[in-house]
Nanobody
């Protein structure tokens, strides 16, 4: 059974930082293309960062230079480091195995102005 469990969300002031974690079981993240998505109320879900099985990363323009996606193979975990957060970053953040289509349940990030 595949499980992706996100953690690390919370309430932070604008300009602050958070680190989100996506811990996996039943799937080996190092051989999967992984992505962090977000969905804000009334908006479509969007891909904000991705990391390929080879380690290549990509980012949405809105987060480029502020967010960093990384993977720790020994812990079978993918991270999203979020810096210089803005109120418009407020959303539920979800982890997904792009390769297999599995989703995590999401973690709420709220950025106050």
């Amino acid at each position: 059974q595949v499980q992706l469990v996100e953690s690390g969300g919370g309430l932070v002031q604008a300009g602050g930082s958070l680190r989100l974690s996506c811990a996996a079981s039943g799937i080996i993240l190092s051989i999967n293309n992984m992505g962090w998505y977000r969905q804000a109320p009334g908006k479509e879900r969007e891909l904000v960062a991705a990391i390929s099985s080879s380690g290549t990363t990509s980012y949405a323009d809105s987060v480029k230079g502020r967010f960093t996606i990384s993977r720790e193979n020994a812990k079978n975990t993918v991270y999203l480091w979020m810096n210089r957060l803005k109120p418009e970053d407020t959303a539920v953040y979800l982890c997904r195995s792009i390769t297999t289509g599995y989703w995590g349940q999401g973690t709420q990030v709220t950025v106050s102005s």
